[in-house]
C-alpha cells in the first residue's frame, strides 16, 4: 500500500513538469501606417519564430520574436507589409525540454506608391 501511495505521488509530481498552454498575442489592423499610402493585396501567410528551454527557464538560443515571425511572414510573399494580423503564443513544457512558439498571421500587402518602406525591427 505504501509503494502504491508513493508511485502515485511520483506521477503526479511528474505530471505537473509537462503541460501545453496557448494565448492570443493580440489583433492589429497593420504592421505599418497605411494612411495615404496605395497597396496591392497579395496573400494570406504566416510566420514562427522559436525558442527552446532546459528544465523550462534555461533558453537555448534567442527568445522567440514577433518581430522575426512577422518579418518571415512577409517576406514569404515577398510583400512590404502585413494588415489583419493576429499574434498567438504557444508553450510546451515538458520533463527536460520546453518549447515557446509565436506565431503571426496576416494578408500580405505590396505598396504600389513608390514611398519607401518602414523597416521591422527584429
Not at 511520483?10 to 498575442?25: E, P
Request: aromatic share 8%.
Amino acid at each position: 500500500m505504501k509503494r502504491l501511495l508513493s508511485t502515485s505521488i511520483l506521477i503526479a509530481l511528474v505530471s505537473c513538469l509537462t503541460g501545453c498552454m496557448s494565448y492570443t498575442g493580440g489583433v492589429s489592423p497593420s504592421s505599418t501606417p497605411l494612411e495615404g499610402r496605395t497597396y496591392t493585396v497579395l496573400n494570406e501567410t504566416y510566420g514562427n519564430d522559436n525558442t527552446w528551454y532546459l528544465f523550462g527557464i534555461i533558453p537555448l538560443g534567442t527568445t522567440a520574436s514577433s518581430g522575426t515571425a512577422l518579418k518571415t511572414a512577409i517576406d514569404k510573399q515577398n510583400g512590404d507589409a502585413l494588415i489583419n494580423i493576429t499574434s498567438d503564443g504557444y508553450n510546451y513544457d515538458f520533463i527536460l525540454l520546453g518549447r515557446h512558439k509565436t506565431t503571426i498571421r496576416g494578408v500580405a500587402i505590396k505598396f504600389t506608391d513608390g514611398k519607401p518602406v518602414i523597416p521591422i525591427a527584429e
